[in-house]
Nanobody, 113 residues
Framework: QVQLVESGGGLVQAGGSLRLSCTAS????????TGWYRQAPGKQRELVGF???????NYLDSVKGRFTISRDNAKNTVYLQMNSLKPDDTAVYYC???????WGQGTQVTVSS
């Protein structure tokens, strides 16, 4: 099993930036893909983006060009760099292990207008 811990959330003004981190322990990070999801109040959880074990990425259309996912295998960590944030990006952000189907506890991102 793998344990995932997210960090880096907070309150930011529209147009600002945040970088979220997802650190894994107990798994086989180097061969695992990781997804970043978000869930806003009253809405379903949605996939924001995914990074494969070899570094290939894909993104939700509404965040393309603003969000970037990267990974550091030496630190067992996946990052979500979020730029040009909008109030609609407000949500709890979760990371997910594709190999182990495990979730982190989530980190709150709030973007004020």
């Amino acid at each position: 099993q793998v344990q995932l811990v997210e960090s880096g959330g907070g309150l930011v003004q529209a147009g600002g930036s945040l970088r979220l981190s997802c650190t894994a322990s107990g798994g086989i990070f180097s061969i695992d893909g990781t997804g970043w999801y978000r869930q806003a109040p009253g809405k379903q959880r949605e996939l924001v983006g995914f990074i494969s074990s070899n570094g290939n990425t894909n993104y939700l259309d509404s965040v393309k060009g603003r969000f970037t996912i990267s990974r550091d295998n030496a630190k067992n960590t996946v990052y979500l760099q979020m730029n040009s944030l909008k109030p609609d990006d407000t949500a709890v952000y979760y990371c997910h292990s594709a190999l182990f189907d495990s979730w982190g506890q989530g980190t709150q991102v709030t973007v004020s207008s």
